[in-house]
């Protein structure tokens, strides 16, 4: 079966520092992988997805298929990337469901 | 362009009661997606559905729960006798025409649903 895993349900850094929100995840195939992100009283949104390799609001993700990992960086934290963090994953069949992690609230603190 | 729309987005039942959830989904997009999240959890996938088709329900409860994207307006998700274990968020997402996956899914507010 198909995991999501985000180790981290809370994770607090301060403003300036280095911040790695962790993904796992379990599948044979060739997944597709996503960061989903929802700041508060907002509808959740696509952050980034691996297929663009794209740096997003500062945020880098690396798939990393040897660990199965696609772990969310930003060198340097803002107060405004304090939100909840989703990681998910499409199994990229011709079905489009999308698996998630429970998520990672972000606190950023000044 | 207004994105999804969901209503309601809170909705209140007691047990035994029939809740029906609204999703619009984004302009010219075909392709609709549900999802619930219970407290403390992620979102899990539930339905996927075309316009008059469904193509993947494996994460509907076999029971009580049934979906639908008809011709004309939006994308409904009914579930009957409601029970407590119910409550939850539910979102709705869609995506435009296309193969599917891979695509990005535009999420709505979600309908917080309570049942009493």
């Known amino acids: 079966a198909q995991r999501v895993t985000q180790p981290e349900k809370l994770l607090s850094v301060f403003k300036g520092a280095p911040v790695e929100l962790k993904c796992n995840y379990s599948?044979?195939?060739?997944?597709?992988l996503f960061w989903y992100v929802q700041y508060s009283r907002q509808r959740l949104q696509l952050l980034l997805r691996?297929?663009s390799r794209e740096s997003i609001k500062g945020f880098t993700a690396d798939l990393n298929k040897g660990e199965t990992s696609f772990h969310l960086k930003k060198p340097f934290a803002q107060e405004e990337d304090s939100a909840m963090y989703y990681c998910?994953?499409?199994?990229?069949?011709?079905?489009?469901?999308?698996?998630f992690g429970r998520g990672t609230q972000l606190t950023v603190w000044p | 362009n207004a994105g999804v729309m969901q209503n309601p987005r809170h909705l209140v039942r007691r047990r035994g009661q029939e809740a029906r959830l609204r999703c619009s989904p984004v302009?010219?997009?075909?392709?609709v997606y549900w999802y619930r999240q219970l407290p403390e959890e992620g979102l899990k996938f539930m339905v996927y559905?075309?316009?008059?088709?469904?193509?993947?329900e494996s994460g509907m409860p076999k029971e009580r729960f049934s979906a639908e994207f008809p011709k004309e307006g939006p994308s409904i998700l009914r579930i009957q006798q409601v029970v407590r274990g119910d409550s939850a968020a539910y979102f709705c997402?869609?995506?435009?025409?296309?193969?599917?996956?891979?695509?990005?899914?535009?999420f709505g507010p979600g309908t917080r649903l309570t049942v009493l």
């Open positions: 998910a994953i499409d199994r990229g069949s011709t079905l489009g469901r999308l698996y």
């Open positions: 302009k010219g997009h075909s392709h």
């Open positions: 599948y044979s195939g060739s997944p597709e």
């Open positions: 997402a869609s995506s435009p025409p296309g193969q599917g996956y891979g695509d990005t899914q535009y």
């Open positions: 691996h297929i």
């Open positions: 559905l075309q316009k008059e088709n469904i193509i993947d």
